[in-house]
Structures are given as structure tokens and as C-alpha cells.
């Protein structure tokens, strides 16, 4: 298994967690329970942080919890939904307001949440697809810089468009696979 396999593994585990700890349940299917992902309400509650620490969420913890109870003051759902009629630079912005949400984070929401189809989470794995496939002058770089994220992010958006952001996933997908095998 990959680095990259290894983390999204870990990272769906922690989801999981979260909406088995936070969420409602919804059904059960052949003896597996699948619950919702929880409120920001559940989130922002007094007692969530420690939990969230018991569950193996570290530094998180605190991100998730401040970040609902900012949500909350500014909104919430309501917030949220308005992000979705924003231009993605606005939407970005308003999104590194929260606690622990930088630019790849707020790119990520934007993408899978908010319905911005051109915006391009770029981690180093993403980097590396674009400096081998499509970049070269990047390849002698060794991070993801604010310039080079940037890059990166402008050259998928020219290369496909408005649905930039979901091309990218299918490239960092297939790229998993191949590492995988």
C-alpha cells in the first residue's frame, strides 16, 4: 500500500468515526449500521474536542470543533450554501477563515462540497502528477509553495476547463493504482 493509499485509508477511517460518534443512525444493511455525517451543531458541542482527541483525531480535534462553532456564529448551513453561488476565490477565502483550513482544505471543500468544479486541491502528490506529465520546469522543485501551488492549480484549469477539478481527482485516482499495485 502506498503512502497516499495508506493516508486516504486512514482518513475514511477517521470519517467514519465521526459520523458513527456525532452522526444519527440511518439504516442497517446485512448487519452494517451507516450513520449520518453529524450536524455542525454536534460538532460545536461542549465535551466534542476531548472526544474527537479519544478517537484518534489529534491536532484535528480542535480544528473540527472550533471550526463548528465558527460556523455556527457565521451562519451555518446558511453560510455554507451561500459559498456555493460565490466565485471560487471568494469562496476559498471565506473558507481559510475557519480554524485549521489552508488552501489545499479550503480547495478540497470547494471541490467535493460546494459544487466548484474548476478547484484544484494540490498536495504533493498532485504536484508530482503535474510536474512528471505536463510541468517539467517543475520537477527540480522539492515543495508545494504558495507560486507553485498556484501553477499547478492555473495550468489544469486551462487544460480542462470548467470541470478542472474533477479531471484532476481521475489523475490522482489512476495515479493511486498504479502505486498501489
Known amino acids: 500500500m502506498s503512502l497516499q493509499s495508506a493516508r486516504q485509508s ?4 477517521l470519517v467514519e ?7 444519527s443512525l440511518q439504516c442497517e444493511v446485512d448487519g452494517q449500521q451507516w450513520f449520518s455525517f453529524p450536524s455542525i451543531e454536534a460538532l460545536a458541542a461542549e465535551g466534542v474536542e476531548q472526544v474527537l482527541r479519544k478517537l484518534a483525531f489529534g491536532y484535528r480535534a480542535a480544528y473540527i470543533h472550533k471550526s463548528a462553532r465558527v460556523l455556527l456564529s457565521t451562519g451555518g448551513e446558511a453560510w455554507l450554501a451561500a459559498l456555493r453561488d ?8 471565506q473558507l481559510q477563515t475557519l480554524p485549521g483550513v489552508g488552501p489545499k482544505v479550503a480547495d478540497c471543500i470547494s471541490l467535493m ?7 484544484i486541491p494540490v498536495d504533493t502528490h498532485v504536484f508530482q502528477i503535474a510536474a512528471r506529465l505536463y510541468l517539467p520546469a517543475l520537477r527540480s522543485t522539492k515543495s508545494v509553495t504558495e507560486r507553485v501551488y498556484r501553477t499547478v492549480a492555473a495550468h489544469f484549469q486551462t487544460l480542462y476547463g470548467p470541470h478542472a477539478g474533477w479531471a484532476h481527482s481521475v489523475l490522482f485516482s489512476a495515479d493511486l ?4 499495485s
Not at 460565490?86 to 477565502?93: E, K, T
Not at 462540497?113 to 478547484?119: A, E, V
Not at 493504482?177 to 498501489?180: E, I, N, T, V
Open 113 to 119: 462540497s460546494l459544487n466548484k468544479l474548476d478547484s
Open 10 to 13: 486512514m482518513i475514511s477511517g
Open 177 to 180: 493504482k498504479k502505486f498501489a
Open 17 to 23: 468515526k465521526l459520523c458513527v460518534e456525532f452522526g
Open 86 to 93: 460565490a466565485p471560487l476565490s471568494h469562496c476559498r477565502a
